[in-house]
């Protein structure tokens, strides 16, 4: 059968994967000039080396990312990252401190406030046993609690709260309505899994899957084209009419939203209330290796009322070394919500200045070590998870399932992580073949 994809970022080119793998006529349409949605990698001017300036690593409970990297040939190229994370606490190399994955003592919490930050990730283990990736009804009690409220104590908040927010959704919890869902999901993600580069980059995965695939770019999709309550295929911006067995859309959610019929009033209120607020990426090309064995630098949690704008950088040469023979730095630093939105207009020269200006006062050496820096922006960066987010993608997935023709896929649905897509793919493999499964027994 012919199916027609909106999309070709992660889950776009997974759901190629898929499909054409039992056989079906799959074609992907691409609104850019290039596949991969946010699996992007960036040259260094005059070397062989890659950095990654979008998806930046796989988890070791990736299991369908892990199985399709497996089923393209690229499990070889997978490398565990080592080294730890340096934790700032003021101005300077010397206000700051050491976090081992392994070994996660945060020194300024000191006994008191280490045990506060095992009991409460003990008990939110305890308390939810739920998919770490799937939208599932048992997980409401969680879906509807705020992160921030569920720890009464500041530095849990800051350390665990904000930190894994950081990390995991690309932005600041004091300013969104994260949800202890999202916060349990980046626990059982970040604290307890091995994190996995890929040599190459990770979008090397997106690559391989692009080349296997038969993608049109720069045809951006306008509408769904539905015929008797059925989707038939969308139409384009040139006004082609795709026709189609089956349409996947695969675009992120905002995108999404736009495509589908305006008579679908449940559908286009779940995909329009979606964040996706922007990030930049400025990566400083340095003339040297930076500090061993860290591939990690968190600016300071504590002072909420005067922001860096970088937030946290990651030393690219320290966190896939087999990426930069060259052996030099390039430390990229990001700027996340609510802090990019307002600097998403800036130049390239003004972000590299405003990037150079924030890690002065923590790595104040590197400042004499930049050869150069590129600068990327995510104008769509990861879904934010609101309380009842869950609740309500449980309903848009019951309204889809009603509609035949079409399915949704995105890691919007269920946490914003590669292997969120991937699930949605999965789950509307499994719809379309229940479905044509019913058709012929009628």
Known sequence: MKVAIIGAGIAGLAAGHEFTKRGHDVEIYEASDKAGGRGQLLNRPGTNDWA?????????????????????????????????????????????????????WMSPGGISGNLKVALYLAKLLLKNRSHTFAAEAGQTPYDNELAMDSASATFVQD??????????????????????????????????????SLEGGT??????????????YNRPAKTLVTENGQVTGFELETGEIVAADHVVVAAHAPRAAALVPPEWEQEKNYLSSIEMP??????????????????????PFEDRDNRNNVTFCVD??????????????????????????PLMG????????????????????????IEGYAVTRHQNAIPQSSTGHNERTLAFLDSVDQR?????CGDYMSGGYMESALWSVERAVKKFTDQQGLKLAA
């Open 278 to 299: 922007p990030a930049i990426l400025v990566s400083l090309f340095l003339d040297c290796e930076l500090e061993k064995d860290v591939w990690t630098y968190f600016l």
């Open 404 to 408: 035949h023709g079409v399915s949704f």
């Open 52 to 104: 990654d300036v979008g998806s930046q690593y796989f988890h070791s409970n990736y299991s369908n990312a892990l199985r399709i990297i497996d089923e393209v040939g690229l499990t070889p190229k997978l490398k565990k990252i080592k080294g730890a994370s340096r934790m700032f606490t003021g101005d300077g190399p010397e206000q700051s401190y050491l976090l081992s994955p392994r070994l996660p």
């Open 346 to 369: 800036k130049s390239d020269d003004e972000l590299g200045k405003i990037a150079r200006h924030d890690i002065a006062k923590y790595l104040p050496h590197v400042d004499n070590h």
């Open 203 to 216: 979008a090397t995965l997106h690559a391989e899957l692009a080349k296997r695939a038969n993608i049109h």
């Open 159 to 196: 350390h665990i709260v904000r930190m894994l927010t950081l990390i995991g959704g690309l932005s600041e919890p004091a300013d969104h309505d994260v949800n202890m869902l999202q916060i349990y999901r980046l626990v059982k993600i970040i604290l307890l899994t091995d994190y996995v």
């Open 316 to 341: 690219t040469h320290q966190k896939s070394p087999g990426n930069t023979p060259s052996g030099k730095a390039t430390l990229q630093a990001w700027i996340i919500s609510p802090q990019s939105e």
